[in-house]
């Protein structure tokens, strides 16, 4: 058998960085890890504010089923209008040119 | 032998049936399924030929590694001249298909040609039979494949088939297998509904001797393990491809009212987790299935709960339907979603191109540009779930006005609705776009500006971008197999190193095209699933080729050139908005509205996406224009195509 098979490919290695238990908040500047109580339907994170409703895929593994809209909202809302406020959304063009 | 499996050359004009092997020589440079696939069709295709034409060669492939043992091996690829793009046609499927093609003794069919009448292929234990499919013409998908098995008295016929859409030459009809495995992009169902092709059926009992049969069981169970450990992948097999959905629409990259948004809120009800809650078909704790020789288990089983088609039985949605169905056109029903997905798979159509396509004539409804007369008096607002399944139905069958002329594609609709009408079209090279929102990740706008059969999320998108996975992992994974020394950032809305990112999940994702492995067992979705350095070693145990890492890296990156000089034979240049690698004005002009506060304010900055795109370019051995330079054609051994050798 001409094929190395005890060393580890660079993609069966990653495993070991594996989390569980914990999700990553979903706002790209933030993207902490949380970590819910088991079995929490909600969670906050603790850096940012944005609050999330979670789904367990099994008893270590929760997934974030999706945002606390209300709560999550507002926080959008405020941050447009201060991006707005500022100048720093560019360009409101819709459709066609 | 895997490389024993034929091509066979079949004429519907004529019925002249040709079979040949195919030789080592080609295998080892261009493997099999879309890898070859890409090599006939550039040999074969006239150039400049009409895609409805009987010259334009239907190419249908099972992948090198299918039904050998290594896992979810089941891809069955089909290529040909795409009617919606005028460019590259291709289109990869899950299923049981591609296997049975592989027993009865073929890897590659090469069908041109028009048939007299309605007819399918029986390809059976190394013949093919041209049959007669006059009684299977205007049947769904289904119940073409069922009478086909009826007709044959065979129970364990697959068959790749058409429906209504197809026949009916709707140019973003699918190919079907099973109940929802689908073709769905640029068309191909259109290039057999015009060759009076309704299905091709596949039964197969010839063995494929595996090289080294211990071996490639022991590592195929490594395989698996490191296939079933990832968490990604427990995920899909409980929710399937929707919780992408659920977990893009939470921080805005979900592309919704064609564009004008990039978040649906208050979508609970179609959330996987809700579907999972409703559906009342199950084979386990989920309602979940799976394709041949897959451990994933991501296709979801349900009936349909209420409305005019409840009880009706499907399988999906997959994250498309969800925004064909849901985000684009702004409907928050899963009886919408689940309605829209079973029509759509019965008539054999594109889930995302007809979404698209509704949700852009939505938006010229609400904008003027589109009247009730055009609509034929169906009010064609967002948020109309009624107008949403009437518009699915009116374009299968080329209902009314509207109905036949969106059933052409996004370009020529454009050009026949006027009044500016084309700026509001959200697609690359003629093709919709898939229903995310990449104005916040210039990677992902990058790899759909210049995937190689227009606007497409499986041809280069480097998904995992999205983690935020640390520097060191990302150098692991895009180090290999070829030296990277260059910038990346694990900040998705950065631009550096984004463009190698792009050029690396490229070469990766035609390799599994290549073998005929399914996606969501390699770098796609999840960051420690099998690439390059494992492959070899399946190829190894079960055929008895040997290749190491780079070389399957050169292999890929010949086939992608390849459909890149096809493309530029049928008139690709780099910035031409409706044959080009290049994004329509919304995304450099329209800043994201909805999402997290990161992404809110986001467009594509044109000048650092115009600088991706040279270095894109130069990673693949491209001029500033996107042609191949010299060089690059002889590094790659594609200096002399066409050889014709095949």
Not at chain 2, 39 to 57: E, Q, W
Not at chain 2, 74 to 85: G, I
Not at chain 2, 242 to 268: K, S, V
Not at chain 2, 404 to 421: F, Q, R, S
Request: net charge neutral; charged share 25%.
């Amino acid at each position: 058998m001409p094929m190395e098979n005890a060393k580890q490919s660079a993609a069966e290695s990653l495993r070991k960085t594996r989390t569980f238990g914990k999700v990553r908040c979903h706002n790209p500047s933030c993207m902490g890890r949380i970590q819910p109580e088991p079995g929490a339907r909600r969670v906050k994170c603790p850096t940012c504010g944005m609050e999330y409703r979670l789904y367990w895929v099994n008893p270590t593994l929760p997934r974030i089923r999706g945002p606390v809209w209300d709560v999550n909202k507002e926080i959008a809302a405020k941050t447009f209008a201060e991006k707005e406020a500022a100048g720093r959304i560019a360009g409101k063009k819709k459709g066609g040119k | 032998m895997a490389l024993d499996r034929k091509i066979a050359y079949v004429n519907l004009t004529t019925g002249d049936i040709e079979i040949k092997p195919i030789p080592l020589s080609i295998r080892k440079r261009f493997l099999g399924g879309r890898g070859l696939d890409a090599y006939l069709l550039y040999n074969h295709a006239p150039k400049g030929v009409d895609p409805m034409s009987p010259d334009n060669p239907l190419i249908i492939s099972a992948g090198l590694l299918v039904a050998t043992c290594a896992s979810a091996s089941a891809r069955t690829h089909v290529m040909a001249k795409s009617p919606l793009t005028g460019l590259l046609g291709s289109t990869n499927m899950g299923g049981f298909f591609a296997p049975e093609l592989a027993w009865a003794g073929f890897h590659h069919l090469v069908v041109t040609g028009k048939a007299k009448k309605p007819s399918y292929l029986f390809v059976h234990d190394g013949t093919i039979e041209i049959l007669d499919a006059s009684d299977l013409w205007g049947k769904t998908t289904t119940e073409t494949q069922w009478a086909i098995r009826e007709a044959l008295g065979d129970d364990e016929i697959k068959s790749l088939v058409i429906g209504p859409a197809g026949e009916n030459l709707v140019r973003f009809a699918n190919v079907m297998t099973g109940i929802k495995n689908s073709g769905g992009r640029t068309g191909m169902g259109c290039v057999m509904g015009a060759k009076n092709l309704k299905a091709v059926a596949a039964r197969g009992t010839m063995d494929i001797k595996i090289a080294h049969p211990m071996e490639a069981l022991e590592f195929n169970k490594r395989f698996i393990d490191q296939i079933t450990s990832a968490k990604v992948n427990q995920t899909q097999g409980t929710l399937g491809t929707p919780f992408i959905w659920g977990a893009t629409n939470c921080w805005g990259g979900l592309r919704t009212r064609n564009f004008q948004y990039n978040q649906l809120e208050y979508a609970d009800d179609i959330e996987p987790e809700h579907l999972d809650e409703i559906a009342t078909e199950t084979i386990g704790p989920h309602h979940m299935t799976g394709c041949f020789g897959c451990q994933v288990h991501c296709r979801a089983q349900y009936r349909i709960p209420s409305g005019p088609y409840a009880g009706r039985y499907d399988e999906g949605p997959e994250y498309t339907s969800l925004g064909a169905f849901g985000a684009e056109p702004g409907c928050t029903s899963a009886e919408t979603v689940l309605t829209g997905n079973h029509l759509v798979n019965q008539f054999g159509m594109d889930n995302l191109e007809t979404g698209s396509m509704i949700s852009w004539a939505m938006e010229l409804f609400e904008e003027g540009i589109l009247s009730e007369k055009d609509t034929d008096g169906l009010d064609l607002r967002f948020g109309n779930d009624a107008a949403l399944l009437e518009m699915v139905e009116r374009i299968c069958y080329r209902k009314g006005w509207l109905g036949d002329v969106l059933a052409d594609g996004g370009i020529p609709a454009a050009e026949k609705i006027g009044k500016g009408a084309f700026d509001y079209l959200i697609q690359v090279k003629g093709m919709n776009n898939l229903h995310s929102d990449e104005r916040a990740t210039p990677a992902l706008a990058l790899n759909i500006a210049t995937a190689s059969r227009g606007s497409d999320h499986l041809r280069s998108r480097p998904a995992i971008d999205l983690y935020h996975l640390p520097e060191e992992v990302l150098r692991k994974i895009y180090g290999t197999p070829i030296p990277y020394k260059g910038p990346l950032s694990s900040e998705h809305t950065a631009y550096e190193g984004k463009a190698w990112m792009v050029f690396w999940q490229e070469n990766c994702y035609m390799a599994v095209d290549c073998l005929g492995i399914c996606k969501y067992h390699t770098t796609f979705l999840g960051a420690t699933l099998p690439n390059f350095e494992d492959w070899p070693k399946a190829i190894y145990y079960n055929t008895g080729l040997e290749f190491s890492p780079e070389e399957l890296w050169t292999i890929a990156e010949r086939c992608n050139m390849i459909e890149r000089m096809y493309n530029l034979r049928e008139g690709l240049t780099r910035n031409d908005l409706k044959k080009g690698d290049t994004l329509n004005h919304r995304y450099f002009d329209e800043p994201c509205k909805k999402g997290a506060p990161d992404v809110i304010g986001m467009s594509i900055d044109r000048e650092k996406f115009e600088k991706m795109l040279n270095e894109f370019y130069e990673y693949k051995g491209l001029d500033k224009n996107g042609r191949p330079k010299a060089a690059t054609l002889k590094r790659l051994g594609l200096e002399k195509e066409p050889s014709r050798l095949l």
